[in-house]
Every structure is written in structure tokens, then in C-alpha cells.
């Protein structure tokens, strides 16, 4: 299947053209993630895949698998990320904006603050599922998440700070209370 570049979806409006980076999320085969990014780097396209380090069982081996199985996050053109699927044979299918109908573009600062939640996040962290009761919209004000924004979230006497992407993924770092305030 093509992936069109329509030049009038809602992503090539007056603010927005063929020629800017953005964020896109695309799937591909469960397992696969890893040799996609390496192909991406090959390729020279920044790009992202959450992942964690696990310690095998047996013996010192380690290894590293992806924390949100069959998706890549890559940056860059509309145009670009077509040619990838179509000319390149990227193995991803993009998701779509169902009101645009369009690539569905991750704005950066959620991508931002995903990245920063999860690389901080070892034990204390990670993804984690939909929240049930999100509470107040916080800003974090020190330390290296400073100016992160998300929602506090309180689990076992522990106070974290959840952030979403695309109200799909959520990921959460502890932070101390002291550190957050609220956003109006």
C-alpha cells in the first residue's frame, strides 16, 4: 500500500509544510524495532524507541528489548517519511489522524517530555496503564525533569508525575511533591 503525500491535509497548512521535521508514530512487526531504528540510524533519521535493559537469568548477559512492542518513533519530513515506506521499504505503517486523515504528528513537547520520563525512569518508573483518576496538571520545577509538564499521581505514599503522549502512552518518574506545581 502507497502512502500518499496529500498537500491538502490539515499537516501541510499555512503553518506547517512538506519541507518541516516532525514527529511521526509508526508501527511495524513486534519484535522488529530494534533492527528498524538501526536501519533509521543508517539512514540518518533521528529517531526514538523506548527500551529497557534486562539481565538474562543465566550468566552476566544483558540485553535490551522494547518497552512499547511494534513501535518506532521517527523525525522527520512528511515527504521523507514517505519515501521510507514507499522507495526505502521501511517496514512501518504509519499510524493516522482520523480527523486529518493525515501522518499523525507527535507535537514536540509531549515527545520531549516522553523521552526525558522515560530516560530518567529505571525502577521507579516506566509506562505505565491509563491512570484511572488523573489528578491536578503539574509543572516539575527542579531537578532534571524541571519543566516537565503532566498530572500527579500518588501509588503506595509515593508521588509521581505521569506524562502522556497522544492520550495512548503514559509514562511516570517519581518526583518529590516539593518539586511540582500546579499548572492553571
Known sequence: MEISENPTSALDGASRNLQSDYWFAARTRCGAELSVAGRLDRLGVERFVPTQTHRRTRGAATYERAVI????????????????????????????????RSLLVVPDKQMEDFRRVLDLSTDEGGLVGRPLELGERVRVTKGVLAGVEGFVLELRGRTYVVVRLLDSWFAKASVPRAWLEPIK
Open 69 to 100: 512492542p511494534a513501535l518506532v518513533f521517527l523525525r522527520t519530513t512528511k515527504r521523507r517519511a514517505c519515501q521510507l515506506a514507499n522507495e526505502e521499504s521501511l517496514p512501518v505503517r504509519y499510524l493516522i489522524d482520523p480527523a486529518t
